[in-house]
């Protein structure tokens, strides 16, 4: 999924904000759970997002933790951005191995869509409008005040991971997927 979405997401305008057809989600969220193989390549590009972002949101606890939410959400409200960089690297040290790996490979993807932005009209805040409620949630459920607020903040901070993937993560990030 993603090295399709590293392809073809920045040639694509609007990827993560068009929705795949559902019911081709649906079934193919079907065979996919059930081990089937899938040639995502023969389907819409939208369809790939539309199911990676439905994975994003079934890990259980959230690919950035839910446990680690309050300080997640309070990093930006932390300093300059090198005081940022370096509490977001403390913070994704504190994550599991699996989800600091797929990480990585999800802003490799969101830097080389926004490096296109022009051509696909998803700079780093657009990105993160889309992807954000798929990369964290609250614990427990909250009022739609605080919510809407919780969702502007994870925005916010999935737009800074985007814009500053590389110096928190590396500067290979960008040769991920390698020649492709």
């Known amino acids: 999924m993603l090295s399709l979405l590293y392809q073809e997401g920045p040639s694509t305008e609007?990827?993560?904000?068009?929705?795949?057809?559902?019911?081709?989600?649906?079934?193919?969220?079907?065979?996919?759970?059930?081990?089937?193989?899938v040639d995502l390549a023969c389907e819409s590009i939208f369809v790939t997002a539309s199911l990676f972002k439905d994975f994003l949101r079934n890990i259980p606890g959230?690919?950035?933790?839910?446990?680690?939410?309050?300080k997640w959400i309070s990093v930006?409200?932390?300093?300059?951005?090198e005081e940022k960089i370096k509490n977001i690297q403390r913070l994704i040290e504190q994550l599991p191995r699996a989800n600091v790996v797929l990480l990585r490979y999800i802003f490799g993807v969101l830097h080389g869509i926004e490096?296109?932005?022009?051509?696909?009209?998803?700079?780093?805040?657009?990105?993160?409008?889309?992807i954000a409620p798929s990369l964290l949630w609250p614990p427990v459920s909250s009022t739609p005040d605080s919510e809407s607020e919780f969702t502007k903040k994870v925005s916010s901070l999935v737009q800074f991971l985007t814009e500053n993937c590389c110096r928190i993560f590396g500067e290979e990030i960008t040769s991920l997927f390698g020649e492709i």
């Open 14 to 37: 609007g990827i993560f904000r068009r929705s795949g057809s559902a019911k081709t989600c649906k079934e193919l969220k079907e065979k996919l759970d059930s081990g089937a193989e």
């Open 62 to 70: 959230s690919i950035l933790s839910s446990q680690l939410c309050d």
């Open 76 to 81: 930006m409200d932390q300093g300059n951005n």
């Open 115 to 130: 490096m296109r932005s022009e051509e696909n009209q998803m700079n780093a805040f657009n990105l993160a409008i889309c």
